[in-house]
């Protein structure tokens, strides 16, 4: 994450991320997955990419968001958790690896570490 930045999500089902300002005091930027009744920020990386899950139509997704504001759905199957630097996504779900601790890497958009 992001050194000094926080996300998450709100009751009102939107996502949030809180930029540090300066004096303790933060800016908020709320968005929502396009059609989605809840939309949560789980990772942020030094770029400003984030990763989350929305719920959509009785159906949990992921998503990525730019910096740009473009959102876009990765289609894993497992929950987006984490995002670094080098655009590299930490999957996380409840089945256990040969590892034993159900954590994957996504490295590119379809190619899995385990």
Same mark, same amino acid.
């Given at each position: #994450? #992001?050194?000094?930045?926080?996300?998450?999500?709100?009751?009102?089902? *939107?996502?949030?991320?809180?930029?540090?300002?300066?004096?303790?005091?933060?800016?908020?930027?709320?968005? *929502?997955?396009?059609?989605?009744?809840?939309? &949560? !920020? #789980?990772?942020? @990386?030094? &770029?400003? *990419?984030?990763?989350?899950?929305?719920? =959509?139509?009785?159906?949990?997704?992921?998503?990525?968001?730019?910096?740009?504001? =473009?959102?876009? !759905?990765? *289609?894993?199957?497992?929950? !987006?958790?984490?995002? @670094?630097?080098?655009?590299?996504?930490? +999957?996380?779900?409840?089945?256990?690896?040969?590892?034993?601790?159900?954590?994957?890497? +996504?490295?590119? +958009?379809?190619?899995? +570490?385990?």
């Amino acid at each position: #994450m #992001m050194p000094g930045k926080l996300c998450g999500g709100g009751p009102t089902g *939107q996502a949030f991320v809180a930029n540090p300002t300066g004096s303790g005091s933060y800016s908020i930027t709320t968005f *929502q997955y396009p059609g989605a009744s809840s939309t &949560l !920020a #789980m990772g942020i @990386n030094n &770029l400003g *990419q984030i990763v989350g899950t929305f719920f =959509e139509n009785n159906t949990f997704g992921n998503f990525i968001r730019f910096p740009s504001g =473009e959102v876009s !759905a990765i *289609q894993v199957g497992r929950t !987006a958790s984490d995002i @670094n630097d080098a655009g590299q996504i930490v +999957l996380t779900d409840d089945l256990a690896t040969p590892a034993g601790d159900g954590t994957y890497i +996504l490295r590119t +958009l379809g190619a899995f +570490l385990a």
